[in-house]
């Protein structure tokens, strides 16, 4: 059974930084991209970032590039993303999902995500 698990959010200020992890299992995880998703309060699914399976390749938004960094350690099955200088618009539900093939942003399975607010 695949299941993903994400850890890590909280309320920070802004300006502030978060690391969330999402520990997989039930899959051959070193094989396939990861990506992080989120969905702020009212609105729709935003993709984050994209890490290819070796971790060499990694891929951002506009609104977050430069201030978020993706990761990953095959050894440990384990998905990271860094966030610093985090601002109130960062405050979403977010989410790691495993792409149903390659690099592509159709999920076959999501975490159950973990919440980070962003908050004076």
């Known amino acids: 059974e695949v299941q993903l698990v994400e850890s890590g959010g909280g309320l920070v200020q802004p300006g502030g930084s978060l690391r969330l992890s999402c520990a997989a299992s039930?899959?051959?995880?070193?094989?396939?991209?990861m990506s992080w998703v989120r969905q702020a309060p009212g609105k729709g699914l935003e993709w984050v970032s994209a890490i290819n399976s070796g971790g060499g390749i990694t891929s951002y938004a506009d609104s977050v590039k430069g201030r978020f960094t993706i990761s990953r350690d095959n050894a440990k099955n384990t998905l990271y993303l860094q966030m610093n200088s985090l601002k109130p618009e960062d405050t979403a539900v977010y989410y790691c999902?495993?792409?149903?093939?390659?690099?592509?942003?159709?999920?076959?399975?999501w975490g159950q995500g973990t919440q980070v607010t962003v908050s004076s």
């Open positions: 999902a495993k792409p149903i093939t390659g690099w592509g942003r159709s999920y076959d399975y």
């Open positions: 039930g899959f051959t995880f070193s094989s396939y991209a």
